[in-house]
């Protein structure tokens, strides 16, 4: 066969994934394709060296629908896990720090909202999150570690009709840009909780449970910091909180949550975007490798007829399929209410992890130029590094599984 004879098929066609999706699934794939496309790959390179977080697009993001696109009312659009998961894999295969945005906003802030408020913290906040109106984040994790939420010391003390917050947080997406922040505090259960839902879990540290609040950031002591020196993620913004005797009203209590199942349910939303959006990463990487092998010549000929080139980019494509379609899976389990918590452990710990080993190789075919931003692939692997750790590491995920095939807790 000669090289004429050969077609070379869109990396997403080999499998005709598309014909597994519905024509709604389709529309909003390509919607979000075409914003990352349009709004985000002409200008991402500079805002990544710039550090530059592009608000501006925060408001374009809702017009299009996909802040808490996967929630029902409130001005949320209703759409479906396999919706929102590909809207994560075009929006991460421009910069997983947009896709990170549309987590952070709609699976961490608004879902807490969603899942756990009262019908009036709904009417308030949902509706201008939704248009991006109003920015959210979630702010669980303290500088003293992610991996551990149970050693929480940010404490929440009530004070006649008001609760006063005490602590830090670290590593808050989007905190110094955000309207309301979800924060979570341990208080003193359950006469202290004062609060007829405190069908109150386990408590998580003794006498104590997590509650989580809805604190506006204009909150006198309320202060959000934005962390310098990322070389990850550089288009947003994380954030170290810290919280001064800040006091909200009784009612800023999430009524619906109480222990760490609170937190965690949200996280497990999060943790499903990151299935499909780290195989956005990915593809993009294997695309451009791709188109490299076939112009670049070495020895007098593209690197891609060599057979290293090849296998490596062998292995790229099959670790991208089988991502993308184990994401597909965990979205139609979602679909039907079926999605277990070790499932999204399973997604979230193979997609970055070859995500990132895809980027790798990536790299190495693109050879020197693989380390200027002519290219996105090294952007792409500093950012998945942030991935790799943030919504729990690696080896977080690994002994969620262990503790699911053995019993036995590693914790
Ligand atoms: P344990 O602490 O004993 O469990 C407490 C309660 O939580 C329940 N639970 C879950 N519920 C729903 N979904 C899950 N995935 C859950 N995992 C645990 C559990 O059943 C228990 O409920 P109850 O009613 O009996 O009280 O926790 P564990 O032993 O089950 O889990 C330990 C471990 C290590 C798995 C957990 O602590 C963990 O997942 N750690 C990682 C936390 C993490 O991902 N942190 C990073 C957060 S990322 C972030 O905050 C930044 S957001 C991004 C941004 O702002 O940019």
């Not at 979000?32 to 200008?43: H, M, S």
């Not at 994560?88 to 952070?104: H, I, N, Q």
């Not at 005490?166 to 609060?195: F, T, Y």
């Not at 996280?267 to 092998?293: D, K, P, Q, T």
Request: hydrophobic share 40%; aromatic share 6%.
């Amino acid at each position: 066969m000669t090289d004429a004879d050969v077609t070379a098929p869109r990396i997403d066609a080999v499998f005709d994934f598309d014909a597994l999706l519905t024509d709604d699934e389709r529309e909003w794939q390509q919607r979000a394709r075409r914003f990352a496309q349009e709004r985000i790959l002409p200008v991402i390179e500079d805002d990544f060296e710039r550090k530059h977080f592009r608000r501006e697009l925060v408001r374009e993001l809702g017009e299009l629908g996909f802040l808490g696109m996967h929630l029902t009312g409130y001005g949320c659009a209703g759409a479906g896990a396999v919706s929102y998961g590909l809207v994560c894999l075009e929006l991460e295969a421009a910069d997983s720090g947009w896709r990170t945005f549309v987590s952070v906003q709609g699976s961490l802030a608004m879902s807490a909202i969603h899942k756990y408020g009262s019908e009036e913290q709904k009417q308030r906040w949902l509706p201008g999150m939704a248009k991006g109106e109003l920015i959210g984040c979630f702010a669980l994790t303290e500088p003293q570690g992610g991996s551990d939420p149970a050693a929480m010391t940010t404490t929440a003390r009530r004070d006649g009709d008001e609760w006063v917050l005490d602590g830090a947080k670290r590593w808050i997406g989007l905190a110094s840009l955000a309207d309301v922040a979800v924060v979570w505090a341990r208080v003193a259960e359950p006469a202290e909780a004062g609060d007829a839902s405190t069908e109150s879990g386990p408590s998580t540290r003794s006498g104590t449970t997590v509650r989580g609040f809805l604190v506006p950031t204009s909150t006198p002591g309320f202060t959000a910091t934005p962390i310098d020196g990322k070389l990850s993620m550089r288009a947003s913004v994380q954030c170290d909180v810290d919280l001064d005797e800040v006091r909200v009203p009784a009612d800023a209590m999430l009524p619906g949550a109480s222990g760490l199942s609170g937190p965690f349910g949200c996280l497990n939303e999060a943790r499903y975007g990151i299935v499909w959006g780290a195989m956005g990463a990915a593809r993009s990487c294997l695309e451009s490798a791709l188109a490299r092998s076939t112009e670049r010549e070495v020895f007098g000929r593209p690197i891609g007829r060599n057979q290293l080139i090849q296998a490596k980019l062998a292995d790229m494509f099959v670790e991208v399929e089988k991502g993308i379609l184990l994401a597909l899976h965990l979205g139609r389990l979602k679909e039907r209410g079926a999605l277990t918590p070790a499932q999204i452990s399973v997604g979230k710990l193979n997609s970055v992890r070859e995500a990132l080993e895809i980027a790798h190789q990536a790299r190495a075919i693109l050879a020197g130029d693989g380390i200027t931003n002519a290219f996105p692939v090294m952007r792409h692997a500093a950012n998945l590094e942030s991935v790799r750790t943030y919504e729990g590491t690696d080896e977080i995920h690994q002994l969620v599984l262990g503790r699911a095939l053995t019993g036995l807790n590693a914790f």
